[in-house]
């Protein structure tokens, strides 16, 4: 990869096509699920070598429970075990881990150990990896919402204290800058209810590869194209 590349600060990925990469090998889906956790730990490995300040990653929404419950079983599994396993590289590669997402309201054990291992990498100053679990732009937007509505009521918060800065801050990303770049592999066009509100100025980049075979060098395609890219943010190209 050119060495003069303009590099986005945030990287957020909807990792796609874990069940149609299984169902090519005639294996069941989850098999695909398997492989995508190896995608994770490579990509995060290399956004953490590029000095990347934030890669979120899409790993269960809010709609992803409506699939059989096998399906969600070892998503849920597979997340405890990747918690296992993956601390010490993480520790390692000074890596902090963070969530989006309502996962109190997930398996008790793995919300424990999401808690544990966010305690245990708190303090690491390298990439801050962000896993969206059991999430949703809409509920996140919601609970915003409501906050800011019981604000009023109680008086903390005034209607013309309402600005953008406000609603960020109400978000789960609170404190994290907007992604610069949002990638969706399996070529499917559209956002399923990702950072509705924080992608409103990222550029987008889709790719055919699924997400088990979404490697180092596709990441490094996807940062050509974006350092290739120019961000007007509705100005005029710069002279
Ligand atoms: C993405 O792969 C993983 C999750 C949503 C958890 P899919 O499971 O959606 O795979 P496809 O889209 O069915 O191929
Ligand atoms: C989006 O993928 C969610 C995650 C990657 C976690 P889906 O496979 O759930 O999205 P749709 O159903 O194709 O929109
Ligand atoms: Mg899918």
């Known amino acids: 990869m050119d060495k003069n590349l303009k590099l986005p600060a945030h990287i957020a990925i909807i990792m796609d096509g874990n069940g149609r990469w299984a169902k090519k090998r005639n294996m069941p889906r989850v098999f695909g699920h398997k492989q995508g956790a190896k995608s994770?730990?490579?990509?995060?490995?290399?956004?953490?070598?590029?000095?990347?300040?934030?890669?979120?990653?899409?790993?269960?929404?809010?709609?992803?429970?409506?699939?059989?419950?096998?399906?969600?079983?070892?998503?849920?599994?597979?997340?405890?075990?990747?918690?296992?396993?993956?601390?010490?590289?993480?520790m390692k590669n000074n890596v902090r881990l963070m969530t989006i997402g309502e996962i109190d309201k997930m398996d008790p054990k793995v919300h424990k150990k999401l808690i544990s291992v966010k305690k245990q990498t708190s303090k690491n100053t390298g990439l801050t990896l962000i896993l969206a679990l059991n999430y949703g732009s809409?509920?996140?937007?919601?609970?915003?919402?409501?906050?800011?509505a019981a604000g009023v009521l109680g008086k903390k918060i005034k209607v013309s204290d309402i600005d953008e800065e406000l609603i960020s801050k109400g978000?789960?990303?609170a404190g994290i800058p907007d992604p610069d770049l949002l990638i969706r592999t399996s070529g499917e066009m559209r956002i399923s209810n990702f950072l509705l509100w924080q992608i409103a100025y990222s550029e987008i980049y889709v790719t055919d590869v699924l997400w088990p075979d979404f490697?180092?060098?596709?990441?490094?395609?996807?940062?050509?194209?974006?350092?290739?890219?120019?961000?007007?943010?509705?100005?005029?190209?710069a002279k």
């Open 40 to 90: 994770v730990r490579s990509i995060t490995t290399a956004c953490a070598e590029l000095g990347l300040k934030y890669l979120t990653l899409y790993a269960f929404s809010t709609e992803n429970w409506k699939r059989p419950k096998q399906e969600v079983g070892f998503l849920m599994d597979l997340l405890s075990d990747f918690l296992d396993k993956e601390t010490k590289t993480l």
């Open 215 to 237: 490697g180092k060098n596709d990441l490094f395609r996807a940062l050509e194209e974006f350092s290739a890219r120019e961000r007007r943010y509705g100005g005029i190209q």
């Open 138 to 148: 809409k509920r996140e937007l919601t609970l915003a919402m409501r906050a800011i």
């Open 171 to 173: 978000l789960f990303t």
